[in-house]
């Protein structure tokens, strides 16, 4: 760490230089304007004025590239925060599959379009504004849609409704459009810490928690999509169980909905009574995947295996739901609090 010598230039004014290696790389000259940002803990972030007006770009040379790896780079560069993404064929014109990568990037990303085509070369440009948004805001859409594809999957097992469990299926492109976009402000509140008040928060300090949080969440939307497939997979779209255990398995599916939702508060609130609810509610149904599995009747193998990957799948989603509340305590306990006393 670099330490500088605060002076004193007049009654009232303290100042202290820029180290020059800085001032050449951000372009900053003398009379040129920069942002000051004063954050929590003391700390005051200098950044170049062009830092919030500038809409970066980014190349992506499609020659020596297959159609997956063109996608899953413009799929980086949209995390990365890129206001233009422009994807070049250096010699002869891209390829139809190179097209259709870039097409089918755009259908999963959010405020992404075509500006520009040429039989060389196509532009994309994110309209997403992060004050649009909050990570707060996203992190609750993220649950609340996990959760609605879990309880749309359990239904369609509990009816034996294929069409439920479709729709179940085709939510998962909403969860993860909504997950790559909070990558997207994440990224981008890091690199420019001006933008972490845009996306609701006071300092730069919780974004890898909610990095955390929301690859849990998306992780969550997966274990539902599982419990969907295995709906369309099943003999009658629905599990080889008695109306009492199928009814057991939705009583189980509540109590996961309950831990997943009371985490995300305990983050969003920074509640630390909320994290202790989260842990004692886990320890309280952490037996119920094996006392189900333990009372089900002698039954064929695929039948039970089936029914093992459903209560499979919402154990990992209560677990995650903790680890999500270890994230949210210690977000709660960085914060003055009736617990908590900071010096």
Not at 13 to 23: D, F, H
Not at 87 to 98: F, K, N, P, R, W
Not at 262 to 280: F, H, N, P, S
């Amino acid at each position: 760490m670099e330490t500088r010598k605060v002076q004193r230039l007049g009654p009232s004014t303290l100042a202290m230089t820029l180290p020059a290696e800085w001032a050449s790389e951000q372009g900053v000259e003398k009379g040129d304007e920069v942002s000051l940002r004063m954050g929590g803990k003391g700390t005051l972030t200098v950044m170049p004025e062009s830092a919030s007006t500038e809409e970066s770009e980014a190349i992506i040379r499609a020659d020596n590239l297959d159609a997956n790896a063109v996608e899953r780079a413009i799929v980086a560069q949209y995390v990365l925060g890129r206001r233009v993404i422009r994807i070049d064929q250096t010699e002869g014109a891209l390829s139809s599959d190179h097209i259709n990568a870039v097409y089918k990037a755009e259908t999963q990303l959010m405020g992404l379009g075509v500006i520009e085509e040429t039989p060389e070369s196509i532009a994309i440009r994110c309209s997403v504004d992060p004050e649009d948004f909050t990570l707060d805001n996203l992190i609750e859409r993220l649950e609340s849609t996990g959760s609605t594809m879990r309880g749309e999957a359990i239904k369609a097992l509990a009816h034996g409704n294929p069409d439920l469990a479709q729709r179940a299926l085709n939510r998962e492109r909403q969860a993860n459009k909504i997950f790559v976009l909070m990558l997207r402000l994440i990224f981008t509140a890091y690199q420019n810490p001006n933008l972490a008040r845009a996306v609701g928060l006071e300092s730069g300090f919780p974004l890898i928690g909610y990095r955390s949080i929301a690859k849990n969440l998306e992780l969550t939307a997966d274990n539902a999509e599982d419990i969907a497939e295995i709906v369309l997979d099943a003999e009658n779209h629905s599990l080889n169980v008695d109306q009492g255990t199928m009814r057991r398995i939705r009583e189980f599916t509540d109590d996961v909905d309950e831990l997943t939702q009371l985490a995300v508060e305990a983050a969003v609130e920074r509640d630390y009574d909320k994290t202790i609810e989260v842990r004692q509610g886990f320890h309280e149904i952490g037996d119920l995947e094996q006392e189900i599995l333990g009372d089900l009747p002698e039954m064929d193998n695929e039948d039970l295996l089936q029914v093992r990957e459903v209560l499979v799948s919402l154990k990992q989603t209560a677990e995650y739901a903790v680890r999500n509340a270890e994230i949210a305590a210690n977000l709660a306990l960085n914060e003055e609090s009736e617990h908590t006393t900071i010096n």
